[in-house]
């Protein structure tokens, strides 16, 4: 499911390492974009009140095992071996869809929540497939990323603690904020008008054609562009998470992490980073969640 002719190079490797981002141009054979659009038509639920200005559609948790064949697949396992230079595993399979003029996706944000069972200095990394065309000068529809060299999203990770610990603070005097004021002060630091307008200037947006796709680190900013007017009507994206293989759970930062969680409605999108690991420490991969496909979700680095 990965095509034949696709080569990962030097450049590619060093930009991955210097930016936390590598467009991996034609990794996906046809037969694998059919299949992963065949997983989003069955699976995609329409998107609840509190998400439809994001998203048209979307879903969290993904357990169709199709998917996890691409992982198997040699030429997708020495990429990234190659790389991350450290053995991986396949933690959360997501899809989303936007359509055209009305759905905003995410802003500027790094993917806090999802990486927030693996302790920090764990190495964390995301696929991002889109399932449409790309072109970011007609109808736009991608992403925009900016490189870790210019500016890191880690510090929101320590945000976001802050923030929870603030919350705790204001529920022990019935004082917590609102979603909507919750909202406020998570995206405030990186989405105000002033910010936002930097991190544009300072942003990478590529053009995808079917099979391309995106490979970025737990710490890369990045945010959706919206789907404007022309022909396609909506834009899909199929999404892999995947850890270092020894990673190892953080509950300390998951029970901190909750009231934040709780109070925005994330789990109502996953409760993955509650439910994997029970105990500090306790090695990710061995989560029964994985029981029936921890082989099948390892990537190992060959000595």
């Known amino acids: ?72 697949h040699p030429l997708f396992q020495s990429t990234f071996a190659k790389l991350c230079e450290c053995s991986l595993f396949s933690t959360q399979h997501m899809a989303y869809e936007i359509e055209k003029n009305t759905n905003s996706g995410f802003e500027w944000h790094a993917d806090m929540l999802s990486f927030a069972c693996q302790q920090l200095e764990d190495f964390g990394c995301t696929l991002w497939i889109p399932l449409t065309k790309i072109d970011t000068n007609a109808q736009a529809g991608g992403m925009s990323y900016v490189s870790k060299e210019k500016f890191s999203g880690r510090f929101l990770y320590d945000y976001a603690l802050i923030l929870s610990s603030y919350v705790q603070g204001l529920q022990a005097q019935d004082a917590a904020p609102s979603k909507e004021e919750m909202g406020r002060l998570e995206s405030l630091m990186v989405n105000s008008p002033e910010v936002d307008t930097i991190l544009r200037t300072q942003a990478e947006t590529d053009d995808f054609e079917l099979g391309d796709a995106l ?23 199929f999404v892999m998470r995947f850890i270092a293989a020894d990673s190892t759970y953080d509950l300390d930062r998951v029970q901190k992490l909750k009231p934040f969680i709780d109070i925005l409605g994330y789990g109502f999108f996953t409760t993955f980073a509650l439910d994997v690991c029970k105990e500090e420490g306790e090695l990710i991969m061995e989560s029964p969640l994985f029981n029936t496909t921890k082989a099948q979700r390892l990537i190992p680095v060959k000595q």
């Open 1 to 72: 499911m990965i095509s034949s002719s696709f080569k990962l190079t030097e450049q590619d490797i060093a930009n991955f390492k210097k930016k936390g981002f590598v467009k991996l141009k034609g990794f996906l054979a046809p037969e694998a974009i059919k299949c992963l659009d065949g997983i989003l038509s069955q699976e995609l639920e329409d998107a609840k009140i509190a998400y439809e200005d994001a998203f048209s559609k979307y879903k969290f948790d993904m357990e169709n095992n199709e998917d996890i064949e691409i992982i198997q």
């Open 215 to 237: 490979l970025f680190d737990k710490e890369v900013m990045h945010r959706t562009c919206l789907l404007t007017e022309g022909p396609i009507n909506r834009r899909r994206a």
